[in-house]
């Protein structure tokens, strides 16, 4: 989420560490597009936004869901879709996600079990 209009096509993929709470990001290279790609972050925790120095609070895998908004050191990033590792996770360990979070993955599920419109 950019206020830059160069940057609104950009796509970027989060991994997030169970074992250490650490999230690295990266960029896939898109062609003939100017942008090199590569590591944007490598791991490291993220401390949440209005989080305090003496108490820092880190995401944490419930704050990884379709629709999230995750901000990393200033800059804005909307989570569009998880892979199906991440999708099993979630099923698997509920109670640890928001309604809002178990929401967004439902309606990923029932748009990849939706059946194929038919062409004429």
């Known amino acids: 989420e950019s206020p830059i209009p160069e940057d609104k096509d950009r796509r970027f993929v989060f991994s997030y560490f169970l074992a250490t709470d650490m999230i690295s990001i990266f960029e896939p290279p898109v062609r003939n597009s100017g942008i090199i790609g590569g590591k944007y972050l490598g791991r490291t925790k993220v401390v949440k936004p209005y989080s305090t120095v ?31 590792y991440v999708l099993k996770y979630m099923e698997s360990n509920a109670a640890q996600y928001s309604p809002e979070a178990l929401a967004s993955i439902q309606n990923r599920v029932g748009k990849r079990d939706a059946p194929a419109p038919e062409l004429e």
């Open 54 to 84: 003496d108490n820092p609070i880190y995401y944490g895998p419930g704050d990884f869901f379709i629709g999230a908004v995750i901000e990393v050191f200033g800059h804005r990033f909307i989570i569009l879709d998880i892979d199906e």
